[in-house]
């Protein structure tokens, strides 16, 4: 049985770190952006582009740290080299490919928000979580094992055998869940304070909306209904596996609310 604990105990730690996975973000699985969802995407922005939609990344990099109050030599910045989305990396800030060729304000705000997960140390605190966590749900299926063992000496029956070991196992989940969705909005907040300006979070997460909405319907043209369960997308474009992040109109909602 010590065995059997350790076991989950250790399955616990291993799930909640790789939960808490070094990078801070990436919204939706690339695997599942179709080819021409990625080609008229990339034409719409490179016709932006040759509108003149042109910022160095580097200056608006400097300028956003600027405005975060934060060091832009002790941190690094490079555009990624596929699709995928920006993310925080230790003390690296990556913006994908697609979002470099945002419009000037949601690419700040993005900037912005990935430098507020490394001034908020996120990724520590997930880990520190994930350690707290499976620690203490050991620690308390233990004990409940030990509860549920003497109840069982007058009872004689094995109910609930599962229980312990399965709180063992969820607990961190829920608790890493719910506070990675919980530092998302807060570095949501954190870069429209220091940017003093909302409307770029707004539009970005709008467009979010209408993307994956764009990519359901494309989906479900292609391979019927089933892609639903490949790709789940709600009526306002929310991304339904998505468990890291609040949901885009929630998050449309809290930034409009915020006061600038
Ligand atoms: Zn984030």
Do not use: W
Request: charged share 25%; proline share 2%; hydrophobic share 40%.
């Amino acid at each position: 049985m010590k065995k059997a604990f350790l076991g989950l105990m250790m399955f616990s730690l291993v799930s909640g770190c790789v939960f808490s996975s070094t990078r801070a973000d990436q919204l939706i699985p690339n695997s599942q952006k179709t080819l021409t969802t990625m080609i008229s995407d990339c034409c719409t922005q490179l016709f932006d582009r040759l509108c003149g939609n042109v910022i160095d990344q580097q200056t608006l990099f400097k300028e956003t740290c600027q405005k975060m109050g934060m060091d832009a030599q002790k941190i690094k910045f490079h555009i990624g080299n596929s699709v995928d989305d920006s993310y925080a990396q230790n003390n690296t800030v990556v913006l994908g490919l697609r979002d470099a060729f945002l419009p000037k304000r949601e690419r700040e705000f993005v900037i912005a928000h990935e430098l507020a997960h490394i001034k908020n140390k996120d990724n520590r605190r997930q880990y520190i979580l994930a350690g707290k966590a499976s620690v203490g749900s050991f620690c308390l299926s233990i004990g409940l094992d030990i509860v549920r063992s003497r109840l069982l000496q007058t009872k004689g029956r094995a109910f609930g055998e599962f229980i312990p070991a399965v709180l063992c196992c969820a607990a961190p989940f829920v608790m890493l869940v719910a506070q990675a969705k919980r530092l998302e909005k807060e570095a949501d907040l954190t870069a429209i304070a220091a940017l003093k300006e909302k409307q770029g979070a707004i539009d970005f997460f709008k467009r979010f909306c209408e993307e994956n909405k764009r990519i359901s319907k494309v989906n479900y043209n292609q391979q019927g209904f089933f892609s639903m369960l490949r790709f789940p997308v709600d009526r306002h474009g929310n991304y339904l596996r998505d468990f890291t992040h609040p949901r885009l109109t929630d998050r449309i909602a809290y930034c409009s609310a915020a006061v600038v």
